[in-house]
């Protein structure tokens, strides 16, 4: 209990009673008029949440799907307003216009899914069936967006930090009680191979959620692509490896994950410096980093493509990688068969 465990408390009461009126059907879930599977979670930030959201749409569109992933798009510069991030070809935004994670998506995908930015995503999913003849959909961060109906909720759990400290916002970093992983379908276990103890955390998920499949993910980096190259639109990660000590900087959710990704993959860091999450990079914030590196005798920047979306008109004082990040769930053949056994009961 802290000073601010009183909010959570008032933040638990509310979520509460609006789960309430879904679960007794006093408000309405929303069909979208086509497939619809939710990935989400229960605790704010920092899951793994998005290359999830990747894998399960790239998994969708290899089976033939024409998929739209339907996002609120944090941290963009006009929250209100419908944008099209990707037309299932093309990116079409940038992340000010359409956010940091829609871009990054629609990257990682290659632009071959339908993004759209909205917070009404019941709206946006009948403008997308209308303009781009979508045959189903990903909600991204849809596990509280209830009045969207799915025929799939997966939530993802971080293995480093499940719960959140035990409390809801703002006293910790619950979203709503973990006793409401009941209403999910399927859990997957996140940096799963950062797991402190796998078969404990599995078992208490299990208290929490005795139905749903429980699955894992596990992620690692797969190469670094120099940032000219990244911004060009370029795919293929050209190095395998950095040129000297490196300073990491990201603004994530959970920082700390991505360093120790990157000492594990043998990168040897002079420093590292967090930021927010979301961040908004400006040059005054790329010169703190060139001196902060410059002071710790490194020889290149390490960044993430959540973060280097961002970067356009940025310079830096050392060449800059991205590290491009690879996830996978396991069992393989599990997951790929309880998502595609969704969309088809569903149809």
């Known amino acids: 209990?802290?000073?601010?465990?009183?909010?959570?408390?008032?933040?638990?009461?509310?979520?509460?009673?609006?789960?309430?009126?879904?679960?007794?059907?006093?408000?309405?879930?929303?069909?979208?008029?086509a497939p619809a599977i939710s990935i989400g979670n229960i605790t704010a930030g920092g899951t793994g949440k998005t290359p999830v959201v990747a894998l399960v749409a790239g998994l969708l569109i290899e089976n033939g799907e024409r998929v739209c992933i339907l996002t609120r798009?944090?941290?963009?510069?006009?929250?209100?307003?419908?944008?099209?991030?990707?037309d299932g070809s093309s990116i079409l935004a940038d992340a000010e216009t359409g956010g940091d994670e829609p871009v990054e998506l629609a990257r990682r995908l290659g632009g071959k899914a339908v993004i759209v930015t909205d917070r009404d995503r019941v709206a946006a999913a009948k403008f997308a069936r209308s303009e781009f003849g979508v045959t189903c959909f990903v909600l991204d961060d849809g596990f509280q967006h209830r009045r969207a109906a799915r025929g799939l909720d997966i939530v993802?759990?971080?293995?480093?930090?499940?719960?959140?400290?035990?409390?809801?916002?703002?006293?910790?970093?619950?979203?709503?009680?973990?006793?409401?992983?009941?209403?999910?379908?399927?859990?997957?276990i996140t940096k799963a191979e950062a797991a402190a103890d796998l078969a404990k955390l599995e078992q208490e998920i299990r208290r929490f959620a005795p139905e749903a499949e429980i699955f894992r993910a596990e992620s690692g980096?797969?190469?670094?692509?120099?940032?000219?190259a990244f911004l060009a639109g370029e795919n293929v990660s050209s190095n395998r490896e950095l040129p000297g000590p490196a300073f990491a900087f990201c603004g994530l959710g959970n920082p700390s994950h991505f360093f120790k990704t990157l000492v594990e993959a043998g990168i040897e860091l002079a420093g590292t410096r967090a930021f927010r999450d979301h961040q908004r990079y400006t040059q005054a914030e790329a010169e703190l980093l060139n001196e902060a590196a410059k002071n710790a005798r490194a020889t290149a920047f390490v960044t993430t493509a959540k973060d280097a979306v961002?970067?356009?008109?940025?310079?830096?004082?050392?060449?800059?990688?991205?590290?491009?990040?690879?996830?996978?769930?396991?069992p393989a053949d599990a997951f790929q068969a309880h998502v595609l056994k969704a969309v088809r009961e569903n149809r």
Not at 73 to 86: C, D, H, Q
Not at 156 to 182: H, K, Q, V, Y
Not at 310 to 319: C, E, M, R, Y
Request: hydrophobic share 45%; glycine share 12%; charged share 20%.
């Open 1 to 33: 209990m802290n000073a601010l465990s009183p909010f959570g408390w008032a933040y638990a009461a509310g979520a509460g009673l609006r789960n309430a009126l879904y679960d007794r059907g006093w408000l309405a879930a929303h069909d979208l008029g």
């Open 73 to 86: 798009g944090y941290g963009r510069r006009e929250p209100a307003k419908r944008v099209v991030v990707s």
């Open 156 to 188: 993802c759990i971080d293995a480093t930090d499940p719960f959140g400290g035990g409390e809801l916002l703002p006293a910790g970093r619950l979203r709503e009680s973990p006793a409401n992983l009941r209403r999910a379908d399927a859990v997957i």
């Open 221 to 228: 980096i797969s190469g670094f692509t120099e940032l000219s």
């Open 310 to 330: 961002k970067f356009q008109n940025l310079s830096f004082g050392l060449p800059c990688f991205v590290a491009e990040l690879g996830t996978a769930a396991f």
